[in-house]
């Protein structure tokens, strides 16, 4: 079934969930407040539907055009207008860092794999920052992204971690592509898409080869409160987290251990942790900067027209084997992508 109307947040819901049964009000009133909220907008994009942006006339821009809203910590979209493109940097550090966030998604697509913004005809790059009141998380629903400012115990500003913006603008990218349905293994695979170019885009963006790179998704995240180094680890799934509050990290890193659920649309923010952990290998494997190749071997299997709304894992994992075939023939990549593939438990031929 095809999924144009998926709304899609950083923070899965089975983390909010942990925290709204907590005794601490300091703890539960956030997270119950967001997890109302996430609630009411999933039913919401389920009976509209996403209009994609207009193409410009003309050849699209190899500059991005952004614009900033402030919600003013209200629910309402998109706000008010706060910054332009041209606009110089403005005293709220939010707004600075979505605009340098949205950027830095519009550079790597560019500039890695020649897409000219998310539908790649010139898409405008809208934000909202100051989301909700004490709102823990940040989502894309179609049209924009939009960031809470989280209750700074437990989730710090969701603008600090670019990987968490590309994550957010590439469910943008899938849902013009692929669009990749939101439940069971196609929806994992969704997630796993975003995960593994919000990490390419912070690695671009910082200058950082395969090995330099720490792996993490959403770094700099999560609060004083909490143990833990990130939402979710593409080098070490399961391992982002182990705390009283959070519960510990679930993602799995290969099939033998792949989790049966009906909660989260079939535990897409868990399972994904396959086909990451996949890519991880593939990019380590080969060294270098791993947008290069790695990077352009998903991204071209992503794009490429044949990967159907509700693939499953193995339907990824042999596109990306043919793919790494097409783009540089029987050598390294070949050899990295099934070998990759094999670790993990998925079948690739």
């Known amino acids: 079934m095809n999924n144009p109307a998926t709304f899609c947040t950083v923070v899965p819901p089975h983390i909010l969930d942990r925290l709204a049964q907590h005794e601490d009000p300091a703890v539960y009133e956030p997270a119950r407040r967001t997890l109302e909220h996430d609630a009411q907008l999933r039913t919401r994009r389920r009976i509209t539907t996403v209009r ?8 699209p821009s190899d500059h991005p055009d952004r614009t900033i809203y402030d919600a003013g910590h209200r629910a309402a979209l998109p706000g008010t207008k706060v910054h332009s493109e041209s606009d110089r940097p403005t005293g ?7 605009h340098a966030g ?30 909700g009141e004490q709102y823990d998380n940040a989502f894309w629903n179609g049209e924009q992204m939009v960031f809470g400012d989280g209750d700074g115990e437990l989730f710090l ?3 600090l971690p670019v990987d968490v913006i590309g994550h957010e603008l590439t469910h943008g990218v899938t849902q013009f592509t692929a669009n990749l349905d939101y439940f069971g293994q196609s929806g994992a695979l969704n997630e796993s898409v975003s995960d ?13 080869s395969a090995d330099q790179a720490d792996w993490l998704i959403g770094a700099g995240l999560l609060g004083p409160r909490i143990h833990g180094d990130a939402l979710r680890s593409m080098k070490a799934p399961g391992t982002a987290y182990d705390d009283p509050q959070l519960g510990k990290d679930p993602q799995p890193a290969a099939m033998d251990d792949y989790v049966r659920t009906g909660r989260d ?9 396959i086909p990451n952990h996949a890519f991880y290998l593939v990019a380590t494997a080969l060294g270098g900067n ?3 190749r790695a990077g352009r071997i998903w991204y071209a299997t992503l794009t490429g027209g044949e990967l159907g709304a509700d693939a499953q ?3 990824f994992a042999r596109l990306t084997v043919a793919t790494a075939r097409r783009l540089f023939g029987e050598g390294d990549e070949n050899e990295a992508v099934l070998k990759a593939w094999s670790q993990v438990g998925v079948p690739a031929t």
């Open 52 to 59: 994609g942006a207009a193409a410009p006339a003309g050849t």
């Open 92 to 98: 709220d550090a939010s707004v600075n860092r979505a």
């Open 102 to 131: 949205l950027g830095a998604t519009f550079e790597l697509y560019l500039k890695a794999y020649g897409r000219h913004s998310i539908d790649d005809s010139g898409m405008p790059l809208i934000g909202t920052v100051h989301y």
């Open 157 to 159: 500003d969701f603008t």
């Open 196 to 208: 593994v170019f919000g990490s390419l885009i912070k690695q671009y963006a910082l200058g950082q």
């Open 265 to 273: 649309n079939g535990g897409v923010h868990i399972n994904s942790g």
């Open 290 to 292: 791993a947008w290069e």
């Open 313 to 315: 894992f193995s339907d």
